[in-house]
């Protein structure tokens, strides 16, 4: 479970990473990372849409998505926020998947 400090919670936050941040696109997944100066701790955010599934699937998708940005917590430098949005074939990736996409992005623009 990621800590409130850990999330991005306005809309308004949502568009900032998604619109001026780096994109890491891969099969199920899509990271976008905006850095910043600040030395805040790095912040995640969640776009599960209806695409995805049933209201059971998508928060199964995002349960697995928070468990992996909590994994990899420490290993993101401060000031980074990060926004995963989750593909249709999201419902039907392996957590091991999820997870190996999602630490790829990471390392490649939040290090």
């Known amino acids: 479970m990621l800590a409130r400090p850990n999330r991005l919670t306005r809309g308004a936050e949502y568009k900032a990473v998604v619109r001026r941040g780096r994109r890491c696109a891969a099969t199920h997944t899509v990271t976008y990372v905006n850095s910043s100066a600040a ?21 199964t998708v995002r349960r697995r998505l928070k468990a992996v940005c909590a994994e ?9 926020d990060i926004v995963i949005r989750a593909l249709p074939g999201a ?3 392996s957590f091991a998947d999820l997870r190996a996409e999602v630490n790829r992005c990471l390392s490649r623009r939040a290090a």
């Open 72 to 80: 990899s917590l420490p290993a993101v430098a401060p000031g980074n």
């Open 91 to 93: 419902a039907t990736a």
């Open 39 to 59: 030395e805040t701790t790095p912040r995640f955010g969640f776009i599960v849409s209806r695409q995805v599934g049933s209201a059971v699937v998508r928060n």
